[in-house]
């Protein structure tokens, strides 16, 4: 099987994120794709708790088919997040799939700097998907939105349902999220 690891902080997943995974699942030679949040940002980036982003990331692809999944390998690895060291441990638990990464044209040039970035670019094809204002590529350029908007825009009390989806919405109003 051919899986399609796209990994983020999801802090939270919003409209753009599923038009990612719907995007690489209907274009690429992928059979499944798996949204997976990190645990702990490898840069130190505050997190709503990882059991809450998990939730989230669930809700916001529970409509989009059963190819798509979400994964909490990061979290039961522990510590900070790293995608070389998650590829890894996947390899181990699914010896016959092969992996591929999900990437957003503004997170490509970080690659390099990234833990193990040779050994991850020499054995994981990756999939770059465009982003809205990150240089010009062939194919969908998805839109700028951005979790940390999303997160401001919650703290000023402005609408975010334009942005995420409702059942995330609707569980971030219930849990309280992002107001501080």
């Known amino acids: 099987m051919r899986v399609a690891l796209f990994g983020g902080s999801f802090n939270p997943p919003h409209v753009a994120h599923q038009l990612v995974a719907l995007y690489v699942l209907e274009t690429t030679d992928v059979d499944q794709l798996w949204l997976t949040p990190c645990s702990r940002h490898p840069f130190d980036k505050p997190l709503a708790p990882f059991h809450h982003r998990l939730s989230m990331c669930e809700l916001a692809v529970a409509g989009l088919g059963q190819r798509i999944r979400v994964s909490d390998i990061e979290d039961r690895l522990g510590g900070e997040s790293r995608t070389l060291i998650t590829l890894k441990a996947l ?49 969908l350029v998805m839109p700028a939105v951005s979790s940390t908007e999303v997160r401001a825009r919650i703290k000023r009390g402005q609408a975010v349902a334009h942005l995420v989806p409702r059942s995330v919405v609707d569980y971030i109003r219930e849990q309280r999220l992002y107001l501080d």
């Open 91 to 139: 390899r181990v638990q699914h010896p016959d799939h092969e992996f591929r990464l999900v990437v957003g044209a503004d997170i490509e040039p970080e690659m390099p700097l990234w833990y193990g970035a040779n050994e991850l670019r020499r054995e994981t094809p990756v999939i770059v998907v465009g982003r809205s204002g990150y240089g010009q590529r062939d194919g």
